[in-house]
């Protein structure tokens, strides 16, 4: 019961992070359906996807409603992330994947402190 | 030939595509900031805009694992999405309700979080 809950409320937080900014969530949803909810890595990845098209749907519908979707650009970014796929599979058989944890915490790093420089930049609107 | 508006978009969806790949992160992670930096969104835009490309990059993957491994929990997975969409109704609309540049800033605070996650890993 106790671990019910807690997926319960690791999934809210999971949905209020895709509303507040606009990521899917899965960070959050792939433990709450592993370590709470008892399924296999394996199988909290992928159902984790599932989770995050509803949440993504949703989202996406009510950020129309209120003016702030580019359906175009959507969906031209969506159709091609399988090329990425391809490219990180090829990636992943040349480079140790601690080089690429690496490298991509270095630049996940570097794109928040350019976030955090413009926004501080930047009146408040 | 493309304009560059159009490589600049093909650019991010396959860095997304690609993160996520090696990651199991990297949707939104990439797509929100890319749009802001390369493309001159604001961060409402940018957020609604990067909820609507996961619904692809999503079903392009939860089609590839459920069709071919049979590994989704379809029950277990609508289950867990109730609150999740709970969550996100309730989540864009403070996001109206805040400054942009807040967001920006929520923003960062995740991606340095994603960032210890990788490094502690």
Known sequence: ?125 | MPSSRTLKLAAIGSAAGLFSGLFGVGGGTVIVPLLIFWLGYGERLATGTSLAAIVLIGLLGAIAQGGIYGNVHVGTGLLLSIPAVGGVVIGTAVQQRIPQRAVSLLFAALLIAVAVELIVR
């Open chain 1, 1 to 125: 019961m106790m671990n019910e809950l807690l997926a319960v409320l690791i999934a809210i937080a999971g949905g209020l992070a895709g509303g507040l900014v606009g990521v899917g969530g899965g960070v959050l949803f792939v433990p709450a359906l592993t370590v709470f909810l008892g399924l296999s890595q394996v199988e909290g990845e992928s159902t984790s996807l599932l989770v995050i098209v509803v949440v993504a749907v949703v989202g996406a519908a009510r950020q129309n409603a209120y003016g702030n979707l580019n359906l175009r650009d959507a969906a031209l970014i969506g159709v091609l992330s399988p090329l990425g796929v391809l490219a990180g599979v090829a990636a992943a058989n040349e480079i140790p994947q601690r080089a690429l944890e690496l490298s991509f915490a270095g630049l996940v790093l570097l794109i928040a402190y350019e976030l955090i420089r413009r926004a501080l930049s930047r009146t408040p609107d």
